[in-house]
């Protein structure tokens, strides 16, 4: 049905507080109110949502949003109902009698958005309850979940597909924040979407900061970093649940409120641990890769990869948790190769061999990623076919402090010979910690039985440390010049470019990675939406905040989001209507707590 463009624009401002919309969300709202089938791509925190929450007040009916997580829905139709706009869920976690409750409002019309999980599309009733509720639209949320290809499939997503069969004249609009193009095509198909409007926006966070450290004193490492942002909140992710435990232990131990988040964890601990890290009672949740999708906080501060992800689209989606209000955020990946090693033994136990090829593609590229001397940025958004076109982003560690090249011919001499005459001398390789002692002249049981005191390598590296070796050895692993056998215990060998580079001198060029974790004062990539504020307000005004939340017991971003408590905090606004014109201050939220926010910065004004 036509809508005229004020009426959207209004709906906008009243019930959402912004003045203008997002890229491309204006040409969806346009195409799903005109009814046609849409696919949607944008990057987390790029307002998906409201692309048919919009039209859902603009339009008769109601809309039903199928969301993968029931934990989350809760928080969603806070969110909504504390801007004014009638929304409930229906999932296993209400009781009977709330579900009659909310089944007798949408007899009524009395809900204009319904999120339900994709498991209830499986209850036989449900469909025919769907045909007498008045549906306008369905909207389906993290759609690459349908897809085999994507990163994240969920087979009851595939029951999706009966809801078209059943109601084949009820647009359908599928949305998600990270899709290869083969995944967007087999969303696409297996929606049955019929000639949708396609809608594909730029994957570039420009608010977040991308860096890589080295994984060395990792604990103790991350601690420094996590105390030199003490007011910040965020994800730590680990490859296991065992590292989530014993990381969440240590974080608490020194002092940081921390909580483990895993699949071992049975159903109520999970669900607690995260209530209480979207409620802000605790500032960092230790998780696997299990924790996190479609995680509506949108104050996340930063996101932390203690070990690294199998994939740059993994990756990608993970950090994009971070920052979704648009404030500056940082993403730390802790890198060392043998975390390489650890992936490319489980690559090895994998039954098929097209699933071991897959893995491994997988890890090389994401490999490729930790140890590049490039724009972070650039590399991120070439997997996704986007192209960057600044020299310098300034939001990634090598454009922000990029590291000046070093001729490392020499020691690469050294340990390429070192390597090459073990094998030699016993017929077999070894580890690379093993080489590491020859060149040091260690002493110690391996090298007596191996009789390696007596290669002409051993002892010629004593005027480097450990690490130094270490760390080249991962450059010449990165250059190719090196190989690691996972399936032989790790055991190094030449490559042919490592052997030519031996016998011909060929000059090694190398850039190490920095010695520890940046812990000074973060920096606004450019494009980030943020600028000086008063602190000191601002800290005022996320007590009240979070005083205003546990009065409704509703996490604390669905009063404000940081960034509008950033704009109240530099605006300094002291009338009513000057709070209604900053972006994010809706009708019925500056009716509910406008007083008592424009009273708490007059009070931290002093």
Same mark, same amino acid.
């Given at each position: 049905?036509?809508?005229?463009?004020?009426?959207?624009?209004?709906?906008?401002?009243? =019930?959402?507080?912004?003045?203008?919309?997002? *890229?491309?969300?204006?040409?969806?709202?346009?195409?799903?109110?005109?009814?046609?089938?849409?696919?949607? +791509?944008?990057?987390?925190?790029?307002?998906?949502? /409201?692309? $048919?929450?919009?039209?859902?007040?603009?339009?008769?009916?109601?809309?039903?949003?199928?969301?993968?997580?029931?934990?989350?829905?809760?928080?969603?139709?806070?969110?909504?109902?504390?801007?004014?706009?009638?929304?409930?869920?229906?999932?296993?976690?209400?009781?009977?009698? %709330?579900? !009659?409750?909310?089944?007798?409002?949408?007899?009524?019309?009395? $809900?204009?958005?319904?999120?339900?999980?994709?498991?209830?599309?499986?209850?036989?009733?449900?469909?025919? %309850?769907?045909? !007498?509720?008045n549906v306008t639209r369905f909207a389906v949320d993290e759609a690459h979940c349908i897809s085999e290809w994507g990163h994240d499939f969920r087979p009851d997503y595939r029951r999706i597909a009966e809801l078209r069969e059943r109601f084949p004249a009820i647009p359908f609009l599928a949305f998600t924040a990270t899709a290869t193009d083969r995944v967007r095509a087999d969303i696409m198909e297996r929606l049955a979407?019929?000639? *949708?409007?396609?809608?594909?926006?730029?994957?570039?966070?420009?608010?977040?900061? $991308?860096?890589?450290?080295?994984?060395?004193?990792?604990?103790?490492?991350?601690?420094?970093?996590?105390?030199?942002?003490?007011?910040?909140?965020?994800?730590?992710?680990?490859?296991?649940?065992?590292? #989530?435990?014993?990381?969440?232990?240590?974080?608490?131990?020194?002092?940081?409120?921390?909580?483990? =988040?895993?699949?071992?964890?049975?159903?109520?601990?999970?669900?607690?641990?995260?209530?209480?890290?979207?409620?802000?009672?605790? !500032?960092?949740?230790?998780?696997?890769?299990?924790?996190?999708?479609?995680? %509506?906080?949108?104050?996340?501060?930063?996101?932390?990869? @203690?070990?690294?992800?199998?994939?740059?689209?993994?990756?990608?989606?993970?950090?994009?948790?971070?920052?979704?209000?648009?404030?500056?955020?940082?993403?730390?990946?802790?890198?060392?190769?043998?975390?390489?090693? &650890?992936?490319?033994?489980?690559?090895?136990?994998?039954?098929?061999?097209?699933?071991?090829?897959?893995?491994?593609?997988?890890?090389?590229?994401?490999?490729?990623?930790? @140890?590049?001397?490039?724009?972070?940025?650039?590399?991120? +958004?070439?997997?996704?076919?986007?192209? =960057?076109?600044?020299?310098?982003?300034?939001?990634?560690?090598?454009?922000?402090?990029?590291?000046?090249?070093?001729?490392?011919?020499?020691?690469?001499?050294?340990?390429?010979?070192?390597?090459?005459?073990?094998?030699?001398?016993?017929?077999?390789?070894?580890?690379?910690?093993?080489?590491?002692?020859?060149?040091?002249?260690?002493?110690?049981?391996?090298?007596?039985?191996?009789?390696?005191?007596?290669?002409?390598?051993?002892?010629?590296? &004593?005027?480097?440390?450990?690490?130094?070796?270490?760390? /080249?050895?991962?450059?010449?692993?990165?250059?190719?010049?090196?190989?690691?056998?996972?399936?032989? =215990?790790?055991?190094?060998?030449?490559?042919?470019?490592?052997?030519?580079?031996?016998?011909?001198?060929?000059?090694?060029?190398?850039?190490?990675?920095?010695?520890?974790?940046? &812990?000074?004062?973060?920096?606004?990539?450019?494009? #980030?939406?943020?600028?000086? $504020?008063?602190?000191?307000?601002? !800290?005022?005004?996320?007590? /009240?905040?979070?005083? /205003?939340?546990?009065?409704?017991?509703?996490?604390?971003?669905?009063?404000?989001?940081?960034?509008?408590?950033?704009?109240?905090?530099?605006?300094?606004?002291?009338? *009513?209507?000057?709070?209604? #014109?900053?972006?994010?201050?809706?009708?019925?939220?500056?009716?509910?707590?406008?007083?008592?926010?424009? %009273?708490?910065?007059?009070?931290?004004?002093?």
């Open positions: 049905m036509a809508v005229d463009a004020g009426a959207v624009t209004g709906a906008l401002k009243r =019930y959402f507080g912004f003045d203008a919309f997002r *890229p491309l969300q204006e040409a969806i709202v346009a195409d799903v109110l005109a009814g046609r089938d849409v696919f949607a +791509l944008l990057p987390t925190g790029g307002g998906k949502s /409201l692309c $048919y929450q919009l039209p859902a007040l603009l339009t008769p009916g109601l809309t039903v949003v199928i969301s993968p997580l029931i934990a989350l829905m809760k928080d969603q139709v806070d969110a909504l109902t504390t801007a004014g706009i009638p929304a409930t869920y229906l999932n296993s976690s209400l009781e009977y009698d %709330d579900v !009659r409750e909310r089944v007798d409002g949408l007899r009524r019309g009395a $809900y204009r958005l319904l999120y339900v999980a994709p498991e209830r599309l499986t209850i036989g009733s449900f469909a025919a %309850d769907l045909e !007498r509720w979407l019929r000639d *949708p409007a396609v809608h594909v926006g730029s994957f570039n966070r420009a608010n977040l900061t $991308y860096r890589v450290t080295r994984k060395r004193r990792g604990p103790e490492a991350l601690v420094a970093w996590l105390n030199a942002r003490p007011d910040d909140a965020g994800i730590v992710y680990v490859a296991s649940r065992a590292s #989530a435990d014993d990381l969440a232990a240590r974080l608490a131990a020194a002092g940081i409120a921390a909580l483990p =988040y895993h699949a071992g964890l049975d159903a109520a601990t999970r669900s607690r641990h995260q209530e209480r890290f979207i409620r802000d009672q605790v !500032r960092v949740i230790c998780a696997t890769v299990a924790f996190g999708m479609g995680i %509506d906080k949108s104050n996340v501060r930063f996101v932390v990869h @203690y070990d690294l992800p199998k994939s740059i689209e993994g990756y990608y989606q993970e950090t994009g948790r971070a920052g979704r209000d648009g404030v500056p955020a940082d993403c730390l990946l802790f890198f060392n190769h043998g975390d390489v090693a &650890k992936f490319e033994r489980f690559i090895a136990e994998k039954e098929s061999e097209g699933e071991r090829a897959v893995a491994r593609a997988q890890l090389e590229r994401m490999t490729r990623y930790a @140890y590049s001397n490039d724009c972070r940025r650039r590399d991120l +958004l070439a997997y996704f076919g986007e192209t =960057y076109s600044e020299l310098n982003c300034g939001g990634c560690d090598n454009c922000l402090e990029p590291r000046p090249a070093v001729d490392a011919t020499l020691d690469a001499q050294k340990l390429l010979s070192c390597i090459e005459r073990i094998r030699r001398a016993n017929g077999f390789g070894v580890g690379i910690t093993h080489v590491i002692d020859v060149l040091l002249g260690a002493e110690n049981e391996k090298i007596w039985r191996w009789n390696h005191e007596r290669l002409t390598t051993y002892g010629i590296g &004593k005027d480097r440390s450990r690490t130094a070796w270490r760390s /080249l050895a991962d450059e010449l692993a990165r250059l190719g010049l090196i190989a690691v056998d996972a399936a032989q =215990y790790n055991t190094v060998s030449l490559t042919p470019g490592g052997r030519a580079a031996l016998t011909e001198r060929t000059p090694v060029i190398v850039r190490e990675l920095p010695a520890a974790a940046e &812990k000074g004062r973060k920096r606004a990539p450019s494009g #980030a939406v943020d600028g000086p $504020y008063d602190a000191g307000v601002f !800290r005022a005004l996320r007590d /009240l905040r979070k005083e /205003l939340a546990d009065e409704r017991d509703v996490p604390a971003y669905v009063v404000f989001s940081d960034a509008v408590l950033r704009a109240m905090a530099r605006e300094l606004p002291r009338t *009513p209507a000057q709070l209604r #014109a900053i972006s994010g201050v809706g009708e019925k939220k500056l009716a509910d707590f406008g007083a008592r926010f424009l %009273d708490a910065i007059e009070s931290a004004r002093g």
